[in-house]
């Protein structure tokens, strides 16, 4: 195997091939996504070379494994924050509290899950977050099934929320540091998860809401509203049994970007080895080749004793890993859009969730029956509709001139476009309808936000790239709560707030500098 410097600083190999993998026949050649403008350039280098061998070793049954474990974050960030939404009514009905303090709880609780986990995985490493956030949201949430009383039951589900908050920023990061660059699309069809979660959640709390519920607040106890606790006992088990799955059947191996960034040159050539090994293929890689960019600029590590030299190797500050992303006009700019898409996308979720119901009684809509049977059979419905739209996605971002902005930007204006149209409904069929577009179109626009947001920061900075546009989220997801508390609620007006919100979240995507169809990330 030779090596050729190239612009004094990528290490072509294999030169019947592309330096950074095998052209895609969709996709093209698998370009850097920052081609030879990132700042730190032998990071980019060695980037370029661990792409070039994950590459190599294929998309095998290490990385479909992995899509499934990592699915499971996936599916725990879609059914645990819908439990405030559906355990609210017999839960609200037996302890008699203003509902949206349990949505504030289990908010609060997200936001700093995702600001622990999505900075901690860029300090300390990708695995404890990985196995150590399915396992506090399940324990937790069994617990929470036991509550007597609704401050306790507040308090457990935010608990729940630091478990489920992390697993979005850090699961993204994992799944796309090992995945090959022909197959980064697989990141936006992981939502498919978060569809099943959803779906799952509905399914369990039809039987148990309808069957095992108080009718009314009226002299309900513990002893005739067990349906709620029963939800909570099985989703709980359900977690921790996933957990279990990825803590002791599959070996999650560190991210070798990771690694390298922090000049574990050596740890990281032996992932890759241990890699190629449960692909069943060769190991493409020495560690004379992966240290050979840091020789070229007069490095032989990134590194040196007693002071870190580039951005990448902050691995022990977090405030190193957010300059980082700021760290070039370019950068800047894609990084505080990404924080502003995900900031309106929040805002105007929130706004349509909590302002949508007083819209349709005062235009006098009838429901026609409105029993829990009903309203959970609908939830069912609208949850299988996610399923095929995390399909569409996955093909969507890939086709040209579409790619992943171009899809997300018409999948936020459609959502926001039968978020306005919803409010026109005058039956029960009329609504469920309507929503059935939003949530197909929902669910398409997450699915690619999730995924463009991680394939544009680079891997050594990932998490603390997810962790700013989930915690961006997350401020407006706190404040969700407080709006219904304490806003005028006699105006429909921020209903319509929230579809210009969707439709300007669309705009602001077509203003990324970043396209990441066709391209590998770093």
Known sequence: MSETPVKDHVVVQHLDVHPYGRTNSITGPPIDLYENGYVDPVYQAKAHILNRSIQDIGMGKYQWGLFVVAGFGWFADSAWPSMSGLILTPVVNEFQFNGPFLSLASNIGLFFGGLIWGLGCDIWGRRWSFNLTLLIAGLFGVVAGASSNFASLAILMSFVGIGVGGNMPVDAAVFLDFVPGSHQYLLTILSIWWCLGQLLASLIAWPLIADYSCSSSTGCDRSDNMGWRYLLFVLGGLTLFLWGIRFFVFTLLESP?????????????????????????????????????????????LGSPGRRRVLSEGSGFAIDHIRALFATPKMAWSTSLLIV???????????????????????????????????????????????????????????????????????????????????????????????????????????????????????????????????AKGVFGVMAPVIALYANLSTAVPVYVAGSLLLFAGFVVLLLPYEPRGKVSI
Not at 413 to 440: H, K, P, Q, V
Request: hydrophobic content about 40%; glycine content about 12%; aromatic content about 12%.
């Open 257 to 301: 970007r990771f690694l390298s960034g922090i000049g574990k040159d050596t740890e990281a050539v032996d992932v890759i080895r241990k890699l190629a090994e449960y692909n069943g293929k060769p190991c493409p890689l020495t560690v004379e080749e992966l240290e050979a960019p840091g020789k070229i600029h007069g490095r032989e590590v």
């Open 341 to 471: 898409v995900w900031g309106v996308i929040g805002l105007a979720s929130t706004l349509y969730n909590n302002f949508l119901p007083y819209i349709l009684t005062t235009r006098g809509v009838t429901f026609g029956d409105g029993s829990l049977y009903v309203t959970y059979r609908n939830q069912v419905i609208l949850s299988m509709v996610g399923i095929p739209a995390a399909l569409f996605a996955g093909w969507a971002v890939e086709v040209p001139y579409v790619g992943r902005k171009g899809t997300l930007a018409i999948a936020a204006g459609l959502t926001g476009t039968f978020l306005f149209a919803s409010t026109t409904s005058r039956t029960s069929n009329e609504l469920l309808g309507w929503n059935c577009g939003y949530a197909l179109f929902s669910n398409i626009m997450y699915g690619v936000l999730y995924a463009i947001s991680s394939e544009i920061f680079p891997a050594v900075h990932r998490g603390t790239g997810n962790c700013l546009t989930s915690t």
